[in-house]
T-cell receptor, first 112, second 114 residues
Framework: GENVGLHLPTLSVQEGDNSIINCAYSNSASDYFIWYKQESGKGPQFIIDIRSNMDKRQGQRVTVLLNKTVKHLSLQIAATQPGDSAVYFCAENHTGRRALTFGSGTRLQVQP | DVKVTQSSRYLVKRTGEKVFLECVQDMDHENMFWYRQDPGLGLRLIYFSYDVKMKEKGDIPEGYSVSREKKERFSLILESASTNQTSMYLC?????????????FGPGTRLLVL
């Protein structure tokens, strides 16, 4: 594929299991976080976001958890499906900065 | 739905050529961005624009320039392409002049410089 892929950490799960993808950030001023999904040959696609005044946010089959104490973000995908196979990126921003800062990504492989 | 399009999916150019990558968004977004994506390095910001004719350097602007003559269009220019500019180029746009809005991405342009 065309994704960043050669040096990515990989998470392999069975179809139907729950997946947890983790992301650490270093900037204590970060106050906005996004998860993106990038399938092979495509641009990143928005999944879910969370602001720093929250510690949990749920979407359809996805949940984002934010732990500001240890500067950790996670994406939980319930009942993982083959179509969830992709590279997942976290991104962060803080007030006053126009552009996002992206993590390096995690490849999720769903085994049938 | 937001739609961000890029003029080419694949490009092959020779060293020293001038290269134009075009990006168009249809949601009247103020902010537009150019990134490159390389294995092991993730997405790195080249340039962004927060208004017509306005631009700011990102983290890796060297060897690139940009143009934003119309709100919906943001062009990335490689004045003299080099082999180390072989990469996937991603354009994105976002909706307000503030800093905390979701960026929506185009499909990417895979550039090979020989």
């Amino acid at each position: 594929g065309e994704n960043v892929g050669l040096h990515l950490p990989t998470l392999s799960v069975q179809e139907g299991d729950n997946s947890i993808i983790n992301c650490a950030y270093s900037n204590s001023a970060s106050d906005y976080f996004i998860w993106y999904k990038q399938e092979s040959g495509k641009g990143p696609q928005f999944i879910i976001d969370i602001r720093s005044n929250m510690d949990k946010r749920q979407g359809q089959r996805v949940t984002v958890l934010l732990n500001k104490t240890v500067k950790h973000l996670s994406l939980q995908i319930a009942a993982t499906q083959p179509g969830d196979s992709a590279v997942y990126f976290c991104a962060e921003n803080h007030t006053g900065r126009r552009a996002l800062t992206f993590g390096s990504g995690t490849r999720l492989q769903v085994q049938p | 739905d937001v739609k961000v399009t890029q003029s080419s999916r694949y490009l092959v150019k020779r060293t020293g050529e001038k290269v134009f990558l075009e990006c168009v968004q249809d949601m009247d977004h103020e902010n537009m961005f150019w990134y490159r994506q390389d294995p092991g390095l993730g997405l790195r910001l080249i340039y962004f624009s927060y208004d017509v004719k306005m631009k700011e350097k990102g983290d890796i602007p060297e060897g690139y320039s940009v143009s934003r003559e119309k709100k919906e269009r943001f062009s990335l220019i490689l004045e003299s392409a080099s082999t180390n500019q072989t990469s996937m180029y991603l354009c994105a746009s976002s909706g307000t002049s503030g800093s905390q809005e979701t960026q929506y991405f185009g499909p990417g342009t895979r550039l090979l410089v020989l």
